[in-house]
């Protein structure tokens, strides 16, 4: 029997010590026994990417479960709080067209649907409005929580903006002197393998040669283990996803203290979105287009007359995209997290989240030597294409429902392009509002039923209700929806304004219970 | 309002204040804070809580005095039944740096007793209070100093107060907090010393202590209650 006693990650960045940390603080009882370890070898000369500046609820798990203070993600990370997004002309492209992807499931949802009820209302409030209250609170430029709820916890749930560049030093820094995990710095020049395929160490040109029992990739866009090594081919999705291109820019506010949204604003424009992300110090913005559809000098044009006249003097910076992911993504013994997994495109924040993700799974199923090992692959890629497919299906389900005529959103309503799981999904939901019972029920489902609720009736989806047939549930529902409208008003009345609420955790901190 | 103001014997030569404890100098607060230096007072007649600053997050830890807003249950027109934290004592002093300042907008202002001797010398009323400054100020960042503490070794937890009322009322208290006894018992030996040493155990057994203090609270309160009913009734 082979023990699997040494994992070795190569690659920092916000993949590699999100999952340094997760393994170690799992694992912490046998790292301080002196049997097991974490180590992280990190280029000195690669710099990180650091443009995932959005994240989700799950993050505040994550951290926690880490023994991060939420305190110090705020005032080392230049954190803000995310609770949701808001979808800007993405339907029809007029000034007045937006609606929201919050992050509070709609009230009462484990018991009742309020779709069907909201659809055969009035309808004279948005579905998100009528169901949450999490898009008012966003609209009111209100923070979820107040100064005395406790770090992690929520009173209208939230993820978190940060800034990408701090993040990964920031958990490096917790990671080394808090959970035991080794950092070296060195250049992986070869990666050393067995007659089987498996990884037994690699050579560094600094620290010379590191052995291993599991290695990670967390090498990026390279894929240097995994792609490279072991030679796992990438899938291409952009067939489904036409976005290739991004262009990002940091602007800063014109006062200290101006207003900053709590929520993403993503505007759709004519060959892709703008992110607009804000952060205490400055906003993060970015054009995401199909470089197929419109030149760079245009993007350009669309990103700068977006951003405004705070504009000037900034120069944006150009990322390629290449949507897709690993054909497999743990062989032999090595897997694959982050870019090196693969990246589809900035919409919805799915990137950290599958880290976050893909960490836990391999913490808690750690496999105990190598000849279990593959039991734990295989079951590790059955949910990772799983989840993958389903985000791409999430992402590609906010590009079907348009009226734009642009070519670049007419093209993405070619039913070539559309998965056949999502089109079969499309056409059962005409006749029945999504819930529970589609197929959005594993344990950690990335996006619930909820989130397509959210995209579908924000984009004026129709789905055909008998009135008829809401009878069995009608009482309950009007209970659920009229419970929505107290806590609208209740918590617009209690929370303090999400700037002001930053600004009191870097001046006197969250308390821990 | 406020109007602070740092105290000197030329402008307040005159001023007049009123010592006594009454709901119209607004002592009929639900909660005060306490140093611990008051905790062995306090511990006998209140239950001794922790709960949040609203504006900062911060704990502060006081004595419970009531379950309303702005109920002191132990305030009437004649004062206060039973000891008076010194919080409720200072009036409508407060310190700036090393002064004593004081807000000459506080209810209390007007009437009472006088602040300078005609000299020009602090009178003993002022006297007092100088006296009282001296407890607490250090006795304050003492305070902030055990809880500290106990939030680092995790000795405190949210405490839900719920009290049913003879008039058919409920009332359900949720922003308190208090010492996690579990937690205590399963301290390291070196940190259960060192709270020792420092005098911070006998704080903590007297806020556990304190804890029988809340069926007492509710009772009094319930009687009030049925006091008013009767009175109506009648």
Redesign the interface.
């Known amino acids: 029997m082979h023990p699997v006693r040494n994992v070795v990650i190569v690659g920092g960045g916000t993949a590699g010590w999100l999952t340094a940390g997760v393994i170690a603080a799992r694992h912490q009882g046998r790292i301080k026994a002196g049997t097991f370890s974490v180590t992280l070898i990190e280029s000195p000369n690669v710099p990180i990417i650091g443009v995932g500046e959005g994240t989700w609820p799950t993050l505040r798990t994550t951290l926690e479960k880490m023994g991060v203070s939420e305190t110090d993600l705020f005032r080392h990370c230049d954190a803000a709080f995310k609770q949701g997004a808001k979808f800007a002309r993405w339907t029809t492209g007029a000034a007045d067209d937006a609606y929201y992807h919050p992050l509070m499931l709609p009230q009462g949802f484990t018991q009742v649907n309020l779709a069907p009820h909201w659809l055969a209302g009035g309808k004279d409030q948005s579905f998100c409005d009528a169901v949450t209250p999490q898009g008012v609170l966003c609209d009111d430029g209100l923070a979820p929580k107040?100064?005395?709820?406790p770090e992690y916890q929520a009173v209208a749930n939230y993820a978190y903006h940060l800034d990408a560049g701090k993040f990964a030093p920031f958990l490096q820094k917790h990671c080394t002197a808090k959970l035991g995990v080794c950092h070296i710095q060195a250049d992986v020049q070869t990666v050393n393998q067995l007659e089987n395929g498996d990884i037994k160490s690699v050579t560094t040109q600094q620290a010379g040669e590191i052995a291993g029992d599991l290695f990670v990739d967390c090498t990026g866009f390279r894929s240097l283990l995994l792609g490279q090594a072991l030679g796992v081919p990438f899938k291409d999705c952009n067939d489904v996803l036409f976005c290739d291109t991004a262009l990002a820019m940091q602007v800063p506010y014109d006062t200290p203290d101006a207003p900053m949204a709590s929520h993403t604003i993503s505007t759709a424009h004519a060959a892709g979105w703008t992110w607009d992300i804000g952060l205490p110090t400055r906003r993060g913005t970015g054009y995401v287009y199909s470089s197929r559809h419109v030149s760079d000098e245009q993007a350009e044009e669309t990103l700068r007359s977006y951003v405004g006249p705070a504009v000037r003097g900034l120069t944006p910076r150009k990322i390629s995209i290449r949507s897709g992911h690993r054909e497999t993504f743990w062989k032999n013994n090595c897997v694959a997290i982050g870019l090196a997994a693969g990246f589809l495109e900035p919409l919805e924040s799915s990137a950290i989240v599958l880290i976050e993700l893909s960490a836990k799974l391999i913490a808690e199923q750690m496999p105990a030597n190598r000849e279990v090992m593959d039991i734990i692959a295989a079951r590790f890629n059955d949910v990772n294409h799983y989840r993958w497919g389903r985000i791409i299906d999430f992402l590609k389900l906010h590009y079907v429902l348009t009226q734009r005529p642009e070519k670049f959103w007419q093209d993405n309503l070619d039913p070539a392009s559309v998965p056949a799981r999502l089109q079969n999904l499309l056409h059962l939901w005409k006749y029945q509002p999504p819930w529970f019972f589609d197929e959005f029920d594993r344990i950690e489902e990335v996006f619930p039923a909820a989130s397509y609720q959210y995209v579908l009736y924000g984009m004026g989806f129709r789905t055909e209700v008998a009135a008829a047939e809401n009878e069995g549930t009608r009482s309950q529902a009007a209970g659920f929806l009229s419970e929505a409208m107290n806590l609208t008003r209740k918590l617009r009345a209690q929370l303090p304004r999400n700037r002001d609420l930053v600004k009191?955790i870097h001046?006197?901190?969250?308390?821990?219970? | 309002m406020t109007n602070i103001t740092v105290l000197n014997s030329q402008d307040h030569r005159t001023l007049r204040v009123q010592p006594g404890a009454s709901p119209r100098y607004g002592d009929d607060k639900r909660f005060v804070a306490v140093i611990v230096g008051e905790f062995p007072f306090v511990a006998v007649h209140y239950p001794i809580l922790l709960t949040?600053?609203?504006?900062?997050?911060?704990?502060l830890v006081g004595a419970m005095l009531g379950f309303d807003e702005d109920e002191n249950l132990f305030l009437d027109e004649k004062g206060m039944e039973s000891y008076r934290p010194l919080n409720l004592q200072r009036g409508p002093f407060f310190t700036a740096g090393s002064d004593l300042a004081i807000d000459v907008d506080h209810p209390r202002i007007g009437g009472g007793e006088l602040l300078f001797t005609e000299a020009g010398e602090p009178a003993p009323y002022l006297r007092r209070m100088m006296s009282l400054f001296r407890d607490l100020v250090p006795g304050s960042d003492t305070t902030r100093a055990f809880i500290e503490i106990i939030?680092r070794l995790?000795l405190?937890?949210?405490i839900d107060i719920t009290a049913s009322f003879d008039d058919g009322g409920k009332r359900t208290l949720t922003?308190l907090?208090t010492i996690n006894q579990e937690a205590l018992r399963a301290l390291p030996d070196a940190a259960a010393i060192d709270l020792f040493r420092k005098g911070y155990l006998q704080l903590i057994y007297l806020m556990i202590g304190s804890l029988k203090q809340i069926p007492v609270l509710a009772q009094k309160k319930n009687r009030r209650l049925l006091a008013a009913t009767a009175s109506l009734g009648a």
């Open positions: 107040m100064i005395t709820t009191k001046d006197y901190g969250l308390q821990p219970i | 949040k600053d609203a504006q900062t997050g911060g704990f939030i995790k405190v937890e949210p922003d907090y």
